[in-house]
C-alpha cells in the first residue's frame, strides 16, 4: 500500500545571493518560475496528499498569482513561514496538525524549493523508505574536500540533499518537544535526531538536484534543462 504523503516546499528565502531583487523561487527557469516547478513535480508524486508551500508574507499574493498557471485541477496551501527555517518547517506541520493526528497523513516530506530540478522518482524513494524505516534524506558522494588546514578531508563524505521525509507523527512531536525547548535544528533530521529514537536513513540522491543559491546555478538549471529537451 502506498504511504500517504504530504510534500512541504520551503519558499521563504529571497533572491539576495542570486542577485535578484525578488524571491529566487519566482525567477524564471525555462520560462517557467523555480517554484512551479518544484509544486509540479509534487504534484506527481504517487499518494501525495496535500502540497504545502511555505512562503514569506510579503510574497504570499505574488506566489499564489504566479503558480495559478501551473496547478491545473490540484490546489496547494500556502502558509506564511517564519525567521528561520526550522520556524518555516513548524509552521507547515502545525498547519498539517489535524491530517496527521487523524492518520489522513503517513510521511511529511520537506523539500527546498530552490531544488527544481529533483524528480518525481527521488521523492516516491524517499517517502517509501521514511514508511518503514521512520526517516530518509537523500545522498550524493561529495568529492574530495579540503580541511580548513589544507588536509584532505575523508573520501567518503556525503552531501545531503531534499526532499527529506519522515514518518509524520513523530516528525510532529519532535517539532512540539523543539518548540517548548528553543531548539532550532539545522535542518529537518537534525531536530528528529535530537528528540525522536529514529536512525535517518540515506537514500541515492540526484546530481541534476542542485540548489539555485547564486545566479550561476540558475543558468546551470537551464543548460540542464535544455540538454535533457535535446534528449543529450
Known sequence: MTARSAIVLLAAGSGRRVGAERNKVLLPLDGVPVLAHSVRTALAVDGAHRVVVVVREEDHAEVSEALAPYLGPHDVWLVVGGEERHDSEYQALRALRPDIESGEIDVVAIHDAARPLATAALFRAVVDVAATQGAAVPAVPAGRLSNADGSLAPDDLVAVQTPQAFEARALLAAYDDAAADGFRGTDTAACLEQ??????????????????????????????????????
Open 195 to 232: 528528540y525522536a529514537e529514529t536512525t535517518v536513513h540515506s537514500v541515492p540522491g540526484e546530481r541534476r538536484n542542485l540548489k539555485i543559491t547564486f545566479a550561476e546555478d540558475l543558468r546551470l538549471a537551464e543548460e540542464l534543462l535544455a540538454l535533457e529537451a535535446s534528449g543529450r
